[in-house]
């Protein structure tokens, strides 16, 4: 039977008290409630760990937060070096703060803003000044970016139960417009094609899926806690995907004419791709990945000026669309 909290385990007293320790250092102030979740054991065990860390000589103190008694460590007691940058070093900090768009303004949005107001604050005045200065030293422009105005909850519910690990269960619309269930141990958040993707073990599919954020409703974390397991890799997930789709990989090979080339050669498509120059200027691209309706749609951007060699299978499939894509403009000439 699983109780609240972690997994239970034989824990000495001293990886006890480094376990709180950390809780208490990574929080703005931690209850007593939530040091139970946390570590597994009962109130008064914790009272004593408390006690004890006290005892080290650790400035624990107890005050009361909007109705509840939080434990926090006087900061004032030491004093912190300010932090400092140098001018290439926030060029590359504004720099990630740029890409931070493509995030939700709630919760991750705000919380940027309020890390580098932080982050400023640290500052000594003279890189304050520079901070300021370069603010404005990347623009990102963006296309496709999904909408989460409506979403800031379930973000903040699937935040919350990927950071304590605990299981999570929601309706799904998948495509056709039909709603499933799932019960899922959500694993890592992916950023991909301008929107969040949760990667997670659906139970009821006994598989790691990909779940669109915004497909997501009805939301509820459970008090069940889940484990990763050992030598999960994220990334492997999506190693033969040319996207985010991963099924059968097939080699592809494709020819882009001489005015587009350049363009195509410049990029890193896939690991272990290859490329050719052709004497009229063309280039030949080929590499292994999967995703079948990935793989045609970026073929498809290029219109003309590309044309799929291999599989076989594929470009039986592409001329068929591109023959739909005829009948359907003929069709609108007409009218």
Not at 263 to 271: D, F, K, L, M
């Amino acid at each position: 039977m699983k109780t609240r909290g972690k997994p239970a385990g034989h824990y000495t007293q001293a990886a006890r008290l480094h376990n709180v320790i950390r809780l208490i250092e990574s929080r703005q102030g931690i209850t007593l409630d939530e040091l139970v979740e946390e570590t597994g054991v009962d109130r008064r065990t914790v009272h004593r760990d408390l006690a004890a860390v006290q005892e080290a000589g650790y400035p624990l103190v107890a005050e009361w937060q909007a109705g509840r008694k939080v434990y926090r460590f006087m900061t004032r007691t030491r004093q912190i070096a300010p932090i400092t940058f140098t001018l290439d070093e926030l060029v590359s900090l504004h720099l990630l703060r740029s890409l931070a768009v493509m995030l939700p303004r709630a919760p991750f949005g705000n919380e940027i803003d309020a890390l580098f107001a932080k982050i400023s604050a640290a500052l000594p005045p003279r890189s304050a000044a520079h901070l300021e200065r370069i603010s404005r030293v990347a623009l990102p422009r963006l296309q496709g970016v999904r909408d989460y105005a409506g979403s800031a909850g379930l973000l903040t519910e699937l935040r919350r139960a990927l950071l304590y690990q605990y299981r999570i269960a929601f309706s799904y619309l998948r495509s056709g417009r039909q709603t499933a269930e799932y019960e899922v141990d959500p694993y890592t958040l992916v950023l991909a094609k301008g929107g969040l993707y949760l990667l997670g073990h659906a139970h009821n599919r006994n598989a790691v899926r990909l779940f669109a954020v915004e497909r997501m409703g009805t939301l509820t974390v459970t008090r069940q806690r889940f484990e990763i397991p050992d030598g999960f890799d994220p990334e492997a997930c999506f190693s033969d995907a040319f996207g985010l789709v991963s099924d059968q990989p097939m080699r592809v090979s494709v020819r882009f004419d001489r005015e587009v080339a350049q363009t195509v050669r410049e990029r890193n498509w896939r690991p272990g791709q290859i490329v050719s120059e052709e004497p009229d200027g063309s280039l030949l691209l080929s590499f292994e990945a999967a995703g079948t309706l990935e793989i045609l749609g970026w073929i498809l951007s290029y219109g003309s000026h590309a044309e799929l060699l291999e599989p076989p299978e594929l470009r039986r499939e592409l001329r068929r669309q591109v023959k739909g894509m005829r009948e359907l403009y003929r069709k609108k000439g007409k009218d």
